[in-house]
Structures are given as structure tokens and as C-alpha cells.
């Protein structure tokens, strides 16, 4: 079975990048997407197709790729960006879906 | 504005199945994948499988074969997600989300409010 791998946490203090990464062995072939999940709240979509924005997500937000990594990056993390973040991919033959284990982001 | 509408919550024994419902609005709903993804309690996010509402096609993570059903009614916009012989581990949170364009390898954009599924004897 295809899997998504994410560190468990990242830490950073408020106004310093936050990277999470993503890596799959289809990813050089399939688009991640990237999703922010408060506390008892449905995931939001913040990147997706790699590095696309969808319209009300800070432009802090962005996203890259090279190779079997994807990359979330939060420029200038805030407080209010606390909260797990989960890649979201298809394996190679594009019928299976599956989310990396989901990365805790702490901004204090 | 696009909304995924999904069925209340349900505590089921043991044994028993669910049938979880998304009602699609503000939109073609035959023009946009639906995914089922669900949360356990504490745990990350698991995909189940997706189905493709203009013809009823469907996908299913290897894990749920066997055990899980999507359906949809065109007339009404709305998906099913079928789950039997339910276990404790079932008890989760269950969403419906709608793909960002109709294609399979499209990832999603807008989710449901999730339904909390209790199996408990």
C-alpha cells in the first residue's frame, strides 16, 4: 500500500517559517494538496496542484515540490495557524487516495 | 454557495451497519467527485473511497473491501456512504468532501460538516 510520510511536529516561535514536509514515491507524478485541521473543525484546503492558493488563504501559505517531497511552507507563522496539517496524494495509478499522518504545527 | 450537508449523528451496536448521507447543493452535482474520509478520536485523517456521481462509479480503500458502500441519487444530489459489521474501531468522525474538478485525480476543496458514527454495545 502507498504511503505519505510527515514528521509528527514542528515548533516555531510567532513571525519564523514553518516548513512540513510530505514524501511519497509518487509525488514526482501526482499533485499533493494540503489541508489545515483546527480542533474539532473540518479540514480547510490551503495548497493544492503543488503550490496553488485557493482564494482567503493568507498569502503566507505557499507550497513546492522536487522529487518525492512536498513542501508546506508558512511564512511568518502566526499564533492562529496552530494546528495539524495533512498532505493528500494518489498513489501511481492514480485510483488510490491517502493522507500523510498529519504534522502538529505549535507557533509559541 | 456550495454546501455538503451531511446526516445526523447515529450510535450503532456492534454488528450493525450505518448509512451516512451528503446532500450536495449550490452546485452541478454531477460534475465533481465525492470522497469519504473519516477521523477517529484522536487519530489522523483515513480515506475510504469515492465515487463518481454522473455514473455511480466508485473506488474503495483496500481496508474498508468488502464492508463499504457509496451510492448516490441523482434526483435528490445527494451520496451514501454504506459501512457494515461495525466494530469499535469504526467510531469515528465521517466526512463527505467534493473534488476540486471532475476528475478522478483531483484532490478536494469543500467538505462536509462531518457525522459522528458511536459503535458501542
Known amino acids: 500500500s502507498y504511503e505519505l510520510t510527515q514528521p509528527p511536529s514542528v515548533s516555531v516561535s510567532p513571525g519564523q517559517t514553518a516548513r512540513i514536509t510530505c514524501s511519497g514515491d509518487?509525488?514526482?507524478?501526482?499533485?499533493p494538496y494540503w489541508y489545515q485541521q483546527k480542533s474539532g473543525q473540518a479540514p480547510v484546503l490551503v495548497i493544492y496542484e503543488d503550490s496553488k492558493r485557493p482564494s482567503g488563504i493568507p498569502e503566507r501559505f505557499s507550497g513546492s515540490s522536487s522529487g518525492t517531497m512536498a513542501t508546506l511552507t508558512i511564512s511568518g507563522a502566526q499564533v492562529e495557524d496552530e494546528a495539524d496539517y495533512y498532505c493528500y496524494s494518489t498513489d501511481n495509478s492514480g485510483n488510490l487516495w491517502v493522507f500523510g499522518g498529519g504534522t502538529k504545527l505549535t507557533v509559541l | 454557495q456550495v454546501q455538503l450537508v451531511q446526516s445526523g449523528a447515529e450510535v450503532k451496536k456492534p454488528g450493525a451497519s450505518v448509512k451516512v448521507s451528503c446532500k450536495a447543493s449550490?452546485?452541478?452535482?454531477?460534475?465533481?467527485?465525492i470522497h469519504w474520509v473519516r477521523q477517529a478520536p484522536g487519530q489522523g485523517l483515513e480515506w475510504m473511497g469515492i465515487i463518481k456521481p454522473s455514473g455511480g462509479s466508485t473506488g474503495y480503500a483496500q481496508k474498508f473491501q468488502g464492508r463499504v458502500t457509496m451510492t448516490r441519487d441523482t434526483s435528490t444530489s445527494t451520496v451514501y456512504m454504506d459501512l457494515s459489521s461495525l466494530r469499535s474501531e469504526d467510531t469515528a468522525v465521517y466526512y463527505c468532501?467534493?473534488?476540486?474538478?471532475?476528475?478522478?485525480?483531483?484532490?478536494?476543496?469543500?467538505w462536509g460538516q462531518g457525522t459522528t458514527v458511536t459503535v458501542s454495545s
Open positions: 509518487a509525488l514526482p507524478k501526482r499533485y
Open positions: 468532501a467534493r473534488s476540486l474538478e471532475l476528475n478522478r485525480n483531483s484532490g478536494v476543496d469543500v
Open positions: 449550490g452546485y452541478t452535482f454531477t460534475s465533481y467527485y
